[in-house]
């Protein structure tokens, strides 16, 4: 599976920014997909993810009422709506994709990464 992370950039606190990866090179309705982050200095963590469905969704708390991730199976898609965005927020951004159940937010659950989008976010 290749994926391919768009829609990073530079926001002010507050704003919002869509995060979208395309996945190509096999079935992509037979994986969970998430979206993890990595601050400069931090380990990645995990901030979202999706079932194959697209019917469940888990994420990590700071990103609960503020992100929405989706997919579309018929695209090959997934996606991260990101409203509220606070500086903190600031990392560059994962697409994953794995095969085992959409609730495990260890790294080691997925088996396919993105090259990863920079999103910043100024105060």
């Known amino acids: 599976v290749q994926l391919v992370e768009s829609g990073g950039g530079l926001v002010q606190a507050g704003g919002s920014l869509r995060l979208s990866c395309a996945a190509s090179?096999?079935?992509?309705?037979?994986?969970?997909m998430g979206w993890f982050r990595q601050a400069p200095g931090l380990e990645r963590e995990f901030v979202a993810a999706?079932?194959?469905?697209?019917?469940?969704?888990f994420y990590e708390d700071s990103a609960k009422d503020r992100f929405t991730i989706s997919r579309d199976n018929a695209k090959n898609t997934v996606a991260l709506q990101m409203n509220s965005l606070k500086p903190e927020d600031t990392a560059v951004y994962y697409c994953?994709?794995?095969?085992?159940?959409?609730?495990?937010?260890?790294?080691?659950?997925?088996?396919?990464w993105g090259q990863g989008t920079q999103v910043t976010v100024s105060s």
């Open positions: 999706i079932s194959r469905s697209g019917y469940s969704t």
């Open positions: 994953a994709a794995g095969r085992g159940g959409f609730a495990d937010t260890r790294e080691q659950a997925y088996d396919y």
């Open positions: 090179g096999s079935i992509f309705s037979l994986y969970v």
